[in-house]
Nanobody
Framework: QVHLVESGGGLVQPGGSLRLSCAVS????????MRWHRQAQGKERELVAV???????NYADSVKGRFTISMDNAKNTVYLQMNSLKAEDTAVYYC????????WGQGTQVTVSS
């Protein structure tokens, strides 16, 4: 059975940093494209960052230069380092594994507020 478990969310002040983790089990991690999405209250879910099995990355314009996606194949874990956080980054962040099939975690709340 496939499991994606996010962690690392919380409350942070504007300008602060958080690192989200997504631990993956039940699939061949290195064969999947890994994505981070987010959904703010009352808004549609949006794609934030993508990393391919080869390590190629892509980012939403709103987070370029502030967020970094990375993966550790030995730990079956994907990360999202978030710096210079803004109030508009407040959302539930979801991990997603895609290779034909698509699997989702349950999400972790990130709140940016003073």
């Amino acid at each position: 059975q496939v499991h994606l478990v996010e962690s690392g969310g919380g409350l942070v002040q504007p300008g602060g940093s958080l690192r989200l983790s997504c631990a993956v089990s039940g699939l061949t991690f290195s064969r999947y494209v890994m994505r981070w999405h987010r959904q703010a209250q009352g808004k549609e879910r949006e794609l934030v960052a993508v990393i391919s099995s080869g390590g190629n990355t892509n980012y939403a314009d709103s987070v370029k230069g502030r967020f970094t996606i990375s993966m550790d194949n030995a730990k079956n874990t994907v990360y999202l380092q978030m710096n210079s956080l803004k109030a508009e980054d407040t959302a539930v962040y979801y991990c997603n594994a895609v290779a034909g099939m698509s699997y989702w975690g349950q999400g972790t709340q990130v709140t940016v507020s003073s």
